[in-house]
């Protein structure tokens, strides 16, 4: 078993490896688990999948943050999807008794939520959005790469899961100073959100109590790591 790990965004990286791997790129972990940086969306997940594929993977996952769908999750809290919801409506199921199997590995340390997990193919910024795809859905979080990775591993009838820690919860609105900052990749540009802070100083707590959701999400992505032991250094 070689298991293929896309991941959009370094941070995300920063929970599986201390080494960094450029945009597009990807690297063994140890001789069992492959790493790929694959950048925000659907098309580049895609791409970082079948580039793990082509290195030899044997089963997939779509690992990082997502954002909360259900009012009763909160940041940090982990979902290991039942079943993805695309954009374009269709539905996609895990591979069962490797979702069992994991479940029943975590849930011994952590509380696991299990439903669905929604597409989108842009970020959802504000609560009024997530309270209607919510509610259209019935999906508990939404992420932007899931189902892009779970159709190449039905491409390859590989085995897929998806496990997401919560970033932002279903009440808050991101702040401006993130839509600002986003490029076409789905990416933060450091300059721009710098830009926008001098010229908007008011918004510097929202963006502080942002990343303060998100570094509980690594967090539990990294204890998720080391309990599955995903990760080529086991942290203390």
């Not at 599986?16 to 001789?31: E, M």
Request: proline share 4%.
């Amino acid at each position: 078993m070689i298991i293929g790990i896309v991941v959009a965004l370094p941070e995300e990286l920063a929970t599986l490896t201390a080494s960094t791997v450029a945009k597009g790129g990807c690297l063994a972990l140890t001789d069992k688990v492959w790493v790929a940086c694959s950048g925000a969306g659907a098309a580049n997940a895609a791409e970082a999948a079948k580039l793990l594929v082509a290195n030899g993977v044997n089963r997939l996952i779509s690992w990082g943050c997502a954002g909360a769908l259900s009012p009763d999750l909160r940041s940090g809290d982990l979902v290991v999807a039942e079943r993805l919801i695309a954009a374009d409506t269709e539905e996609l199921t895990m591979d069962v008794f490797w979702h069992t199997h994991t479940l029943d590995r975590l849930q011994t340390s952590h509380t696991v939520y299990t439903g669905d997990l929604v597409e989108t193919l842009a970020m959802v910024a504000f609560s009024k959005d997530k309270q209607r795809l919510h509610e259209q859905t019935g999906a508990i979080a939404v992420d932007m790469e899931s189902v892009a990775v779970a159709r190449v591993a039905w491409q390859y009838a590989l085995p897929f899961l998806s496990i997401r820690a919560i970033a932002d919860p279903a009440s808050m609105d991101l702040p401006p100073a993130v839509s600002y900052a986003l490029n076409a990749n789905g990416e933060i540009e450091l300059w721009k959100l710098l830009v926008f802070l001098l010229r908007h100083p008011t918004q510097i707590p929202r963006l502080i109590k942002l990343g303060l959701h998100f570094n509980a999400a690594m967090k539990t992505l990294e204890a998720v790591a080391e309990q599955l032991e995903l990760n080529d250094t086991p942290r203390n």
